[in-house]
């Protein structure tokens, strides 16, 4: 599909309606199938496949599990998530860390709540809160790679912060880097009262991980809840009620 095919379009996903896994340990909710979870109409979004918010109790975690041909982003809004795979990275993923990995030919790894550290003789027992996010490389067959960025300073300057891209007009200030030439991830900070331009974007995902934002000509959105903007032509947020934290998806492309 060209871009000049697209008919200029909102759409306003709510996050009670989202898909839900309740297993114990685990509280997720799923913007686009997954899993179990099958609605041939809502697979994917642009080239966004996965949109996964995650809250893990302490001392669990996913187990050591396969990925192949994808990038995955990984964005904690609390707590800590420890990441190891079988290309040898391991670390702490915390609030304000932006880290990518690359699936490619295949790689094994897994994220598990940091809690059950010890530190200074104490247990942390909190939950981790984090956002996952799946985007299709383009060209597939890559060799896994891992890369994070501490851009707390950036995302405390204020304004948009381009978290992770393969797109050109990017390169110069990204964060990290994926492997799709036609998407990039950026986060904002907004204070009460604080706006900001979307991107103007074939495909613009919009996700509100905390507070709510008023979307011009469309409305509030609260936490969780999500916009699907066709023909993005560079409307506004604006946070209301308190400060809001944002994550948006700019894509030239889509899947198919």
Do not use: C
């Not at 913007?31 to 669990?60: E, K």
């Not at 982003?73 to 609030?95: A, C, K, N, R, Y």
């Not at 994070?148 to 200030?173: F, R």
């Amino acid at each position: 599909m060209t871009t000049s095919m697209l008919t200029p379009s909102v759409d306003l996903r709510r996050a009670a309606d989202r898909f839900s896994t309740r297993i114990g340990w685990l509280d997720s909710s799923h913007s686009f199938s997954f899993g179990h979870h099958r609605d041939p109409a809502n697979t994917h979004f642009g080239l966004l496949l996965v949109n996964n918010d995650d809250v893990v109790a302490p001392g669990t975690g996913f187990e050591t599990h396969p990925h192949q041909d994808m990038e995955i982003v990984t964005w904690v809004l609390d707590g800590g998530l420890v990441h190891q795979d079988s290309e040898g990275h391991s670390g702490v993923i915390h609030p304000g860390l932006a880290q990518r990995m690359s699936a490619g030919t295949g790689i094994l790894h897994s994220e598990k709540n940091d809690s059950w550290r010890l530190t200074g003789g104490d247990t942390h027992t909190d939950p981790v809160h984090f956002i996952q996010m799946w985007v299709v490389p383009d060209t597939a067959r890559i060799a896994p790679g891992y890369e994070q960025l501490d851009i707390t300073d950036e995302l405390e300057s204020g304004g948009w912060v381009t978290v992770a891209s393969g797109m050109d007009k990017h390169a110069d200030h990204r964060a990290i880097r994926i492997q799709n030439r036609y998407a990039g991830l950026l986060a904002n900070r907004l204070p009460d009262g604080g706006s900001a331009q979307l991107p103007e974007a074939p495909f613009v995902h919009l996700f509100v991980a905390r507070g709510s934002v008023e979307l011009e000509g469309a409305g509030v959105l609260a936490t969780g809840d999500a916009a699907r903007i066709t023909a993005s032509d560079g409307r506004r947020i604006t946070a209301v009620g308190g400060p809001a934290e944002v994550l948006v998806w700019e894509m030239h492309a889509t899947v198919g």
